[in-house]
């Protein structure tokens, strides 16, 4: 199920590859009912700590992030040793205001690499009127400034936004996908993503791929590898076959705390009241995924 040259010169030129088949209708069904027999279970909605790296936790995320038929279109792209980098899972409940802003994630992911997709599987309709992703075709090519706008509603962690003005009359494709598809995005084309105004939640899950000879900058952070040897600088996961529900726990904490320590991390230009509120927010963020590992034991 590899790529074709064409769909491969769309992605180097465009940045983008959409649709794309990975699961059947059927099999999205089934991972969509395992995650909500999940929720159910515990009596409330997936938490953001949940959400991120959740093939640390869950055997259906574990199976998609692993899953062949998307490992081979991904070598592809990034050649054959590949690591799983992070995966984000985006639920956007009926008539809810959540949304994701137009940002690039180059610009705060850590990783000195081009050869970074990301994977975007639906696991309900991913229209325009449920939010799908916006992305500007052939944007990654440069990398533009973003603030961090705190805006609520927004799934981004520090709400990274690029301004209007450099937005503005550029055009837009709406990466729209039914339950089992997916999309292929390069890590610095510029997207985003409106609320979702139907009646039926919009799930999707991101799963960020980057080829094992990458170097992450700044302190040591964890990845799951998927095919291939590592060969960069990454603390490799263990996969969670086998691992009782504490040792998925303690894994996943670590390797949230290990991400929160670079994701709240200041650039050299940040000014002294940003640089404070990165601060407080990362230590509020270490402390509850020390609470998760202790909750653990």
Not at 3 to 24: K, R, V
Not at 77 to 92: E, Q, T
Not at 159 to 182: C, D, N, R, W, Y
Not at 196 to 205: E, P
Request: proline content about 3%.
């Amino acid at each position: 199920m590899s790529l074709t040259q064409e769909q491969i010169s769309h992605y180097c030129h465009q940045g983008y590859l959409c649709p794309l088949e990975a699961f059947s209708e059927e099999e999205a069904k089934q991972l969509r009912a395992e995650l909500e027999s999940i929720e159910a279970s515990q009596g409330k909605v997936l938490d953001r700590g949940q959400c991120n790296k959740s093939y640390l936790l869950f055997n259906w995320a574990d199976k998609i992030v692993h899953h062949p038929q998307i490992l081979d279109q991904v070598e592809s792209l990034i050649g054959s040793d590949i690591l799983c980098y992070m995966s984000n899972l985006f639920i956007k409940e009926p008539h809810s205001d959540r949304f994701v802003s137009m940002h690039q994630d180059a610009q705060y992911w850590g990783v000195e690499a081009d050869d970074v997709v990301t994977v975007w599987l639906a696991l309900s309709p991913a229209t325009e009127a449920s939010g799908a992703m916006k992305i500007l075709p052939a944007s990654h090519h440069t990398l533009l400034e973003q603030a961090n706008t705190y805006a609520k509603g927004n799934l981004l962690t520090r709400g990274q936004t690029i301004a209007e003005s450099e937005l503005e009359g550029k055009p837009h494709v709406f990466l729209e996908l039914q339950p089992g598809q997916m999309s292929l995005h390069h890590f610095k084309l510029i997207h985003g993503s409106a609320p979702n105004t139907t009646d039926d939640r919009r799930i999707g899950l991101a799963i960020r791929y980057v080829n094992a000879n990458a170097k992450k900058v700044g302190l040591p952070e964890s990845a799951m590898l998927v095919r291939g040897e590592n060969k960069g600088n990454f603390l490799l996961e263990k996969r969670i076959n086998g691992l009782s529900d504490k040792q998925k726990r303690r894994q996943h904490a670590s390797a949230l705390r290990k991400q929160i320590r670079n994701i709240f991390q200041p650039s050299s230009n940040t000014g002294f009241g940003e640089r404070l509120r990165l601060q407080i927010m990362k230590r509020v963020a270490l402390t509850m995924s020390y609470w998760l590992t202790l909750k653990s034991w």
